[in-house]
């Protein structure tokens, strides 16, 4: 592990343990611990089936994304997904978005630097949806406060997103880019893997691609805010479809923030700062936060640790035979 790595590793670690700090300091523990004792199986049951949902509906958006490049099978498609989950997981700071590029571009022979781009295409594209979601929820809701300073900060990055988006895909277009170009190749493979990225970024720059992507990315994000009402219904709180929407998307953004491994501390310290916006009891959210937390973590690791058993670590022979590092 590099030390940019190692560096963001212990920042996301770090980051984890304050947020949990922050959350034990606002709700009562043992409450909290009462209302899942009390909680009803078959709401829990529907939270994993909406679960479920969604991650399928994401394989599915990925495997739209990466057409263009290279056709490749639903299953496959949904495995190296599930083993960049797992990965996060198990990894601090997301690091699982590397696993997945690195994984479907060594088992399916591309270059994994033009898998990332499709990666970061999609990361653009759910950080807009989500953002939208928070956005119309705040506006339904009328909520003020730091709900609304940090969705609006959320809007701000979605927007510097989808500039350096625009940017990476047009970028030899762009004047001046010759001159780059030129200075550029004295680094020959600096300029190979921007050209490789470039041409992962490029999917953004078809209509269709983009369009598929931003409907699938309503559905699975549909999945989840039915999650969290079917979680609140499993610990007592009749959440209306804007307080659920507000609540998903809001963990969502705060999720984006590189943390210790599964995103642990900083989700559940969103729900709780929501929760307290919208004058919902504090403990009830918390525990609808963790019955949503650990389905995604339980049944994302379960798939991982099954994908990845199927398909192995190391890519097949033919493939390394017939690919050159990348």
């Known amino acids: 592990m590099s030390g940019r790595a190692i560096a963001r590793a212990v920042l996301g670690s770090a980051v984890s343990i304050v947020a949990l700090a922050l959350v034990l300091r606002s709700v009562d523990v043992e409450r909290t611990v009462d209302v899942l004792r ?47 989950y797992l990965a996060n997981n198990v ?30 295409v999609e990361r653009v594209v759910d950080t807009a949806v989500v953002v939208a979601i928070a956005a119309a929820a705040i506006l339904v809701l009328n ?13 701000a990055i979605a927007a510097l997103l989808v500039v ?29 893997l921007a050209a490789k990225l470039r041409d992962g970024l490029a999917v953004a720059g078809r209509p269709r691609t983009l369009v598929e ?28 479809l804007g307080e659920a929407a507000l609540l998903s998307s809001g963990v969502a953004l705060a999720s984006a923030i590189p943390a210790g491994p ?16 919208l004058g919902i009891p504090v403990d009830p959210a918390f525990a609808m936060a963790l019955v949503v937390h650990a389905s995604i973590l339980i049944l994302t690791s379960a798939g991982g640790t099954i994908a990845l058993a199927r398909l192995g670590w190391r890519r097949r022979p033919e493939v390394a035979t017939a690919t050159a590092e990348r």
């Open 91 to 120: 990894l601090p700071a997301r690091l699982g978005e590397l696993v997945r590029s690195h994984y479907l571009g060594d088992r399916e022979g591309m270059s994994r630097t033009t898998t990332l781009g499709t990666v970061v």
């Open 262 to 277: 599964g995103y642990l501390g900083t989700y559940e310290l969103a729900a709780v700062k929501i929760a307290e916006a």
């Open 143 to 155: 909520v003020r406060g730091v709900v609304t300073d940090a969705v609006a900060v959320g809007v």
């Open 164 to 192: 350096g988006l625009a940017v990476g895909v047009a970028a030899h277009r762009l004047p001046g880019s010759d001159t780059i170009a030129q200075r550029a190749a004295r680094w020959p493979r600096v300029g190979e």
């Open 213 to 240: 992507a931003l409907t699938l990315s309503v559905v699975a994000w549909g999945a989840t805010l039915l999650a969290f009402a079917a979680a609140g219904q499993a610990v007592g709180l009749e959440l209306r």
């Open 38 to 84: 009390a909680a009803a199986p078959s709401w829990i049951a529907l939270v994993a089936v909406f679960i479920t949902a969604d991650v399928l509906v994401r394989a599915v958006r990925w495997r739209r994304l990466l057409a263009p490049i290279r056709s490749v099978a639903y299953r496959p498609m949904l495995g190296y997904l599930l083993v960049g």
